[in-house]
């Protein structure tokens, strides 16, 4: 399942490709709903997100997804995914997280959120876009955290934006020059890479602080 799973993140392109043949305009609601649940649920931080914005712009670059339609979609999605969180964080939060350390919600996951919130602020709902894991986690400690509906959806119009249209129009315009249309995997896994290297970075650090 785990080598399944790892295949289809290396290979969005095929995968993608095949999605759209054989659902069409499906393919819409198919994208929305892993955007949704990747940002919407705190048990599922493994799915795609940034790669999977590069590769949908990709194929909308060719044609094969209309790029405006797309990014109304993949929009709605993200903000209405972290709007979610956040509620689930408010009303059953602290339940939640006192049965942390389960097979999907790890302490580990929400420490490292709640020390993103306290360098950064509430800044938090914005950088968190671009960094797996924290991403998923920052609109559910912001509801723990009882922080205003109203502050918290405006920094999730925001953040919502800049990720979806930044990473979208990042595979449209670059995923067809030839050298990145020919190398899709490796810059799949470069941006798989980069998506995680300040969490490698933030775990060097602590490793290095307690010794």
Known sequence: MLTKFIDIILHLDKYLNYIIQQF???TYAILFIIIF????????PFLPGDSLLFAAGAFAALGSLNLWVLLI??????????????????????????KADGRFIK????????AFYQKYGKKTI???????????????????????????FAYNIIGGFAWIFLLTFAG??????PIVKNNFTAVIML???????PGIVEFVKHKIRKE
């Open 107 to 114: 302490k580990e996951y929400i420490d490292k959120t709640e």
């Open 172 to 177: 449209y315009y670059f995923g067809q020059i």
């Open 37 to 44: 649940a990747e940002t919407g649920f705190v048990f599922t």
């Open 24 to 26: 069409g305009a499906t």
């Open 126 to 152: 914005i950088l968190a876009r671009f960094v797996p894991i924290v991403r998923t986690f920052a609109p559910f400690v912001a509801g723990i955290g009882k922080m205003k509906y109203g502050e918290f």
């Open 191 to 197: 941006i798989i890479l980069l998506s995680i290297l």
């Open 73 to 98: 979609v993949l929009f709605i999605a993200a903000v209405a995914g972290d709007s979610v969180n956040y509620w689930i964080g408010h009303v059953f939060g602290k339940k939640l997280s006192e």
